[in-house]
């Protein structure tokens, strides 16, 4: 019997919480998803529409520290090759900081850590909807996104030109789009 790569991905997964102890692994993961040379062996690099850093340290801190939030890590073999960040916010819950190892995208992981997200969002935070923004420009992200259910808003937040902690953009012209899922 063949099993479905979803499943047979789950199965070598495990969740948990990140700690302090995880920000040096967390930067490195979310920066080689996005970043760099590192991240073009994946699909979901932004390396031509951004330079510099995705995060930092104290990014990822602040995000940890957050009492209505936290990152969850996706261990395979006790090695961290996924998180997410997930932020509760009344009927809503916000994902964020999502990054899959660029040497493992497309093999379906990013499918089973978006499904254990919207679950831990459905049962401990009882959210009716997630919420997250992408960068507008990132039309084959944002359709993997909807082919998960989530649906464009057109609610668009400007990007923090000037501010190098988010990147060195690459063109003028970016945004965030709110996405939305029911949940």
């Known amino acids: ?97 999502f990054a899959v190892s660029p040497g493992l995208q497309g093999a379906g992981l990013g499918k089973v850590i978006i499904a254990e997200a919207e679950r831990t969002a459905r049962e401990d935070w009882r959210a009716r909807e997630m919420h997250m923004t992408v960068i507008s420009v990132r039309e084959e992200l944002i359709a993997w996104y909807e082919r998960r259910g989530y649906r464009r808003t057109g609610e668009l937040t400007p990007f923090p030109y000037g501010d190098e902690r988010f990147g060195i953009p690459q063109r003028d012209d970016l945004a965030f789009e709110l996405l939305v899922k029911n949940l």
Request: net charge negative; hydrophobic share 40%.
């Open 1 to 97: 019997m063949d099993i479905a790569p979803a499943t047979a991905a789950r199965a070598e997964l495990t969740f948990r919480d990140a700690t302090e102890d995880d920000v040096p692994v967390l930067v490195r993961l979310v920066e080689s998803a996005y970043r760099g040379d590192a991240s073009r062996a994946g699909w979901t690099t932004e390396a031509d529409i951004l330079q510099g850093q995705r995060t930092d340290a104290d990014g990822v801190r602040e995000v940890l520290a957050a009492p209505s939030g936290r990152v969850l890590v996706a261990e395979r073999d006790g090695a961290p090759v996924a998180c997410c960040q997930l932020e509760h916010r009344g009927e809503a819950a916000y994902f964020g900081m």
